[in-house]
């Protein structure tokens, strides 16, 4: 069996996959490969296994960039989301916003507001256009007004060389991308994406109790199968994920990644993509978002 990871190895989804892996191989008593195929916002990879037969041997290990934001973005993606065949929505990836630890903001509002004093000044790096941190930050500015700059990056690993060294204001990232820095000292978070705070940052505001009511922008994971997959191997292959997520090993590192268990069923996590897909879009179409 294999497991199609849209991105390079050692990003969220290809961690995840690898840690889901190992107890799903032993209870389907075979082998199990994790096929990185990354390019083009996750398309490649994600086009590669919906065309893949329908026998519940390919899966594909989605997220918010290639099941949400780049159908969106993409005139040809190659691949309908809400053709897909849902099986679970996984687990959920807190974002952070984070500034330089020198930055002379201490709380989102600070830096709402200096946007806003001295427009278009400021500036916020992505790991690229399109991405989930693109769209991200592009949501709060939608919902803010603060005329904050994009600065697309090839990826985090520049963006955050440029953040750190005090080029870029500020950028917002998943935990597991940020944590290393804030721990660090490197960086500062002045707060998390969700509609709670995080075990890992409790004592971090979220972004609705700095001041922009109802935000919630949470990363996400999720796995889904070619368009076709019959119902009863749809439903064993959510309930072997239900028995893999409830094993005391992989909740335990699931945490330690930043990660939130989600486990929804084929029908939650199929309304949810139809609804990510919407938000996003809005998002993508309200900011002018194009393709690089």
């Given at each position: ?10 990003q ?33 990879g ?6 893949a ?7 594909l ?7 949400a ?86 990826g ?41 705070r ?11 109790e700095s ?37 005391e ?8 990644l ?22 996003w ?5 309200t900011?002018g978002?194009?393709?690089?």
């Open positions: 069996m294999t497991i199609v990871v849209p991105f390079t190895a050692g969220s989804g290809d961690v995840l996959a690898r840690v889901l892996g190992e107890p799903l191989a032993k209870r389907w008593g075979q082998s199990l490969v994790v096929d990185n195929k990354g390019g083009a916002g996750g398309t490649l994600s086009r590669a296994a919906a065309a037969p329908a026998d519940g041997y390919t899966l290990l989605g997220s918010s960039g290639p099941l934001a780049a159908p969106n973005l993409y005139a040809n993606a190659g691949y309908n989301p809400r053709e897909l065949t849902p099986i679970m929505n996984v687990a959920g990836v807190a974002q952070a916003f984070v500034v330089p630890a020198s930055s002379p903001y201490k709380t989102l509002a600070d830096l709402i507001a200096a946007a806003k004093a001295s427009p278009d000044k400021l500036s916020y790096g992505s790991g690229g256009v399109g991405s989930f941190q693109h769209l991200t930050f592009e949501l709060l500015k939608q919902r803010t007004g603060a005329p904050i700059k994009h600065i697309p990056y090839r985090s690993a520049p963006a955050y060389t440029d953040l750190i060294g005090g080029q870029l204001n500020a950028m917002v990232d998943s935990l597991p991308g940020v944590l290393p820095h804030v721990q660090s000292g490197k960086l500062r978070v002045l707060a998390v994406s969700t509609s709670q995080v075990p890992q940052l409790p004592n971090v505001p979220i972004v609705a001041g922009v009511a109802g935000f919630d922008a949470l990363g996400w994971l999720g796995i889904v199968a070619p368009k076709g997959l019959e119902p009863a191997l749809r439903d064993k292959l959510n309930a072997d994920l239900k028995a893999v997520l409830a094993e090993g992989v909740k335990s590192r699931l945490a330690g930043g990660m939130i268990t989600i486990a929804s069923s084929p029908a939650e996590f199929g309304k949810f993509i139809d609804s990510e897909l919407t938000k879009g809005a998002v993508i179409k900011a978002i194009q393709p690089e």
